[in-house]
């Protein structure tokens, strides 16, 4: 574990307590927005050495662009959010503490359309806004994961010989999966961020049917998906409610999709096949 992480949690260890088992959901975690931040960097920055990143700058630029977007909206807190791409055909998404967003290769090229990207990006932002991540850290931290944890959940695989000489022992995972309740809450304000950025928030919907529909058809591709964020027809009518209940929604001057996401979609596909594809 890094110096930051080990002194933000020697320094939360004794509130921890406080708080008992079981109390977790009414215990305020204690972090601050900096000691937050500070996490998330550290995290991401272990992530980016140790993960296949897709390092294509047009695709960056792009996500950074709709994402950032998304997260002004949501984050009342003004910490700036960064966007990245994990090169893999996993379809996963992932938020670190902090503001760092992770979607995969995979989301990319199954998304339809420009309202579904930005759906899952809403959804993700939700998490960190609401702090639902920084509370995962701190049960994943008591839970002593270890970064082993993290890998599977992010390649839907055991890290090979030279992956695992990279993993530092004693990196805990962040990842250990959100609640329903976390779930429906990240839907709620996604449906919100959406609308207010002008995005038809029914992207947020179909986009979860076709990971229910590839489940079906492709397990061990959204595998880690449903094993972080827990994915049902319920949750997607619920969804589906929660949308329909939103003034506007419906609104034709909302954005189901753009030329600029199909060229982006287009690009990633005629990418070099990720290292997951390849063997
Ligand atoms: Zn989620």
Redesign the pocket.
């Known amino acids: 574990m890094s110096q930051t992480l080990r002194r933000v949690f020697r320094r939360t260890a004794a509130v921890a307590a406080l708080c008992g088992a079981g109390a977790a959901a009414g215990c305020a975690p204690q972090v601050s927005t900096q000691q937050e931040v500070a996490l998330g960097a550290d995290y991401s920055a272990q992530i980016n050495r140790q993960m296949p990143m897709l390092n294509d700058q047009a695709t960056l630029n792009y996500i950074n662009q709709i994402g950032s977007q998304l997260a002004a909206i949501a984050d009342p807190r003004g910490i700036r959010y960064h966007f990245y791409v994990v090169n893999s055909d996993v379809v996963n998404a992932f938020a670190l503490p902090g503001g760092y967003v992770y979607v995969n290769r995979g989301i990319i090229e199954r998304a339809d359309n420009v309202s579904e990207l930005a759906g899952v990006l809403a959804?993700?932002i939700g998490?960190v806004a609401e702090r639902h991540s920084i509370e995962q850290l701190q049960r994943a931290q008591n839970a002593n994961l270890g970064l082993n944890v993290l890998y599977g959940v992010l390649l839907g695989r055991a890290p090979s010989g030279v992956e695992q000489a990279g993993i530092q022992v004693g990196g805990s995972a962040v990842f250990a999966g959100?609640t329903r309740d976390?779930?429906r809450e990240?839907d709620r304000v996604g449906v919100a961020y959406l609308m207010r950025a002008g995005y038809n928030p029914n992207g947020l919907a179909t986009f979860f049917e076709e990971l229910l529909s590839l489940q079906q058809r492709q397990p061990s591709r959204v595998e880690q998906w449903f094993a972080?964020?827990p994915t049902t027809q319920e949750r997607v009518a619920n969804a589906r409610a929660i949308i329909a209940a939103t003034p506007g929604a419906q609104g034709a001057n909302l954005t189901t999709d753009t030329r600029a996401f199909q060229n982006i979609r287009a690009r990633v596909t005629s990418l070099p096949a990720p290292p997951d594809r390849r063997r």
């Open positions: 959804h993700e998490h959100y976390a779930e990240a972080t964020h």
